[in-house]
């Protein structure tokens, strides 16, 4: 009885589906939980809700995001277990933001994402003017560690999500990486196995297994996250997934309440 914690829908502007259609996706999908976490709205591109049109929810939407998730989850409690979160960016300097920004929101986890460095998206097909490879790994990564750090967020999202446009480089286990995932595991976050690598044609989840395999090794829990833009994509490929982690020596997942994670034995 699995958990997916990493869906969206048709406010982010990039995705298909109601609230509910992925509840009711999850309940045919035989999972225990599902978790709403739309991305959250853009702010530090300044007052413009549609700065990056298409990307997340404009931030007038938020307050309507927030009830809506609650409505679905009174309507759905005798079928499934609803987890009310959202998929927030991080950004550098924003630490404070973020932190006021969900403290009081009611929300059942936080997924931190690092989606930007500065006005550049990782998603971009091309790095940023004058950077190298190596050079936007190592904000990334440094980034990645703030977000951490920041007391803002539950759960650490795609956490190698620059190889979706091929900014990984090749040699990516490095003491870099194993600085960041001392961090993750002090700062006591979890990462998610995420399945969309998958179904994007990457070969492997995020993290792939190389990563995953450090992530175990230094202590960091994981949880499970399809990051579904459709309904049918809800709890994609989680059978391949638990068959990774238990591979590589996980024993457990997370689950999370009231922000509050506990650890449950894998299926």
Known sequence: MLVDYHTHHRRCGHASGELIDYARAAVRSGL?????????????????????????????????????????QAEMRDEITVRLGVESDYVLGWDEHYRTLWQDAGLDYVIGSVH??????????????GRSAAQVYDEYLRTVQ?????????IIGHLDGL???GHLPELSLTPQLEETLRVLKSADVTIELNTSGWRKGLGEPYPGPEWLARCCAHGVPVT????????????????????????????????????????????
Do not use: C, N
């Not at 976490?37 to 413009?48: A, E, K």
């Open 224 to 267: 499970f996250g399809s990051d579904a833009h459709r309904p049918e994509d809800v709890a994609a490929d989680f059978p391949r997934a638990v068959a990774l982690l238990r591979q590589l020596g996980y024993t457990h997942f997370a689950r999370f309440e009231g922000r509050r994670r506990s650890l449950v034995p894998l299926p």
């Open 116 to 129: 930007w460095l500065g006005t550049w998206s990782i998603f971009e097909p091309a790095l940023p003017p």
């Open 163 to 165: 190889k979706t446009r």
């Open 146 to 154: 703030a977000a951490a750090r920041s007391g803002a967020y539950d």
């Open 32 to 72: 225990a939980e599902i978790g709403l976490s739309d991305h959250s709205p853009i702010y530090h591109l300044g007052d413009d809700p549609h700065a990056r049109p298409g990307t997340a929810m404009a931030q007038g939407e938020l307050p309507a995001y927030l009830a809506e998730m609650r409505q679905v």
